[in-house]
């Protein structure tokens, strides 16, 4: 298994294997310059970083959201789906991406409405825009498991 040591914004230099790393065939939305990243579990389970290779300081935290929302539904075209060499949905995972409070009282968020799809398989991903009205980019994620959990 190869594998080799990158610098980490939050951990310093760490090991990745080759399993570890995603390439993006269009970057991420803001960020399109940086294509390929590594997806390093972080000290919180059961969240990630989300690494960049060519930028140190460039991390992002991130999530399954259907842990978050059991309910939740990503719509994802087949010719997006067929750029990263999906043949089959068992081949796709999904991430979304959190956001931290910049001011204390709010809550940390999960981005449901740009969740990155991955094709698993060959580690190719994209982040999508989802136009289902449902998802916003602003989940608060303890708001949504005290809701999952609350009796009916």
């Known amino acids: 298994m190869d594998t080799r040591e ?3 914004k939050t951990q310093g230099p760490v090991t990745i294997t080759e399993e570890q ?3 993006f065939v269009t970057g991420l ?11 390093i579990p972080s000290n919180y389970e059961p969240f990630f970083w989300l690494q960049s290779l060519k930028t140190a300081a460039l991390a992002f935290l991130v ?3 259907f842990l978050v929302r059991k309910d939740y539904e ?5 010719k ?4 990263i060499g999906v043949s089959s949905p068992a081949d796709v ?11 204390p009282g709010q809550g ?26 449902t998802w916003t980019t602003k989940h608060e994620i303890a708001a949504e498991l005290q809701k999952r959990s609350a009796p009916c």
């Open 21 to 23: 790393t995603l390439s």
């Open 93 to 103: 995972g999904v991430l979304g991406i959190v956001t931290a409070p910049s001011r």
């Open 80 to 83: 997006s789906l067929e750029a």
């Open 29 to 39: 939305l803001g960020f399109e310059d940086e294509k390929e990243f590594a997806l």
């Open 74 to 78: 990503v719509d994802i075209d087949d």
């Open 63 to 65: 999530v399954d959201p």
């Open 108 to 133: 940390v968020t999960v981005n449901l409405q740009g969740p990155i799809i991955i094709n698993k398989r060959n580690r190719k991903c994209f982040q999508a825009v989802l136009t289902d009205t």
């Open 6 to 8: 990158i610098q980490t």
